[in-house]
């Protein structure tokens, strides 16, 4: 126990090189809990063991020695779902987004944080958002009065960087994406602030979303972390942890719709004295947005009821 304790410590130590994740403008303060070189680390033993017996796969380069099932794990149906669903999404154990992503996921130790919900938010308009992280962050921005900052940071558009400019930071890859945008898979780094908690680590998150009608939608979103060890992980789950991780996933979303509704009912006075709406491209978001909700009928008001596990 006492050396659970004083690596805990030193998990706890300020960090400045790490992120925490920001899934595009809205989530996430779900972090893991490595060590600087575990963030980058693969870990081939956890790889091969886990797509071996989640998978029945057993890769080119994983020897019998490294397919032995890892100390204290049960391969069973809740530890393996997760495999199976990211398998039929497409991720392949061979790629390179698919060899790290099943080696966390392998690890003795991982927790999911979920909220689902429904959203008066037509599916075009949600697609929209998604599609364009900067412009939902700084719509949220006008509004809240709050201090978002997402953006793609590279030319593919698969790679996120955002913070919600208080208590988390980080950088997102959207690994996987069906055609029509409605079942995203991200895997990312980075730092969150929970309690009295600094975290960093890996985080993947799987985020879905379906019409429910031409007005609203419903939502899954999960994030699972890994914790480095069971002291951490007995945190991360304690349940007044849980609640606030819980708790700020849900209000970033509720965020989302709330700008998105009250630029809906026109409201636009918040926006005329928001600095990023005065560029062209500012400018050009905004009819584009106007336009897609006028063909809509996103107008209707919320009454959803919430649950999250």
């Known amino acids: ?33 490595h060590t600087h070189c575990q963030l980058f680390a693969f870990d081939k033993k956890s790889f091969c063991s886990g797509v071996y017996h989640c998978l029945e796969e057993r890769p080119a380069f994983c020897t019998e020695a490294l397919c032995i099932a890892g100390p204290d794990i049960e391969y069973d149906e809740e530890f393996c779902s997760i495999f199976k669903e990211l398998r039929t ?8 987004w698919g060899k790290r992503i099943y080696a966390y996921l392998s690890r003795k130790h991982r927790i999911t944080y979920m909220v689902e919900d429904t959203l008066p938010l037509a599916a075009p308009v ?19 009065k709050t ?51 600094q975290l960093y680590g890996r985080v993947l998150v799987v985020f879905d979303y379906t019409p429910v009608s031409q007005e609203s939608i419903s939502y899954r979103l999960r994030c699972i972390v890994f914790p480095a060890n069971s002291f951490l992980k007995s945190i991360m789950n304690f349940v007044l942890f849980r609640k606030v991780v819980l708790n700020i996933l849900k209000e970033n979303i509720e965020n989302v719709q709330t700008a998105a509704l009250e630029f809906h009912r026109g409201n ?40 999250a596990r």
């Open 147 to 197: 201090s978002y900052s997402v953006r793609f940071v590279d030319r593919a558009r698969k790679k996120i960087r955002g913070t919600n400019g208080k208590d988390i930071y980080g950088v997102f890859t959207i690994v996987l994406q069906n055609d029509n945008r409605f079942k995203t898979t991200y895997f990312g780094y980075g730092t969150a602030h929970v309690l009295m908690w």
């Open 268 to 307: 636009v006075k918040p926006l005329e004295s928001y600095p990023a709406f005065y560029t062209p491209e500012g400018r050009n978001r905004i009819n584009e947005f106007r336009q897609l909700l006028q063909g809509s009928a996103a107008e209707t008001l919320p009454a959803t009821t919430r649950n």
């Open 126 to 144: 949600m697609r929209y958002l998604m599609n364009h992280p900067s412009f939902a962050a700084q719509l949220i921005n006008a509004y809240q």
């Open 89 to 96: 999404r497409g991720l392949e154990p061979e790629k390179y």
């Open 1 to 33: 126990m006492q050396q659970e304790v004083q690596k805990a410590s030193k998990f706890f130590a300020p960090c400045s090189l790490q992120y925490y994740v920001k899934v595009f403008f809205l989530f996430l303060c779900c972090a893991a809990a």
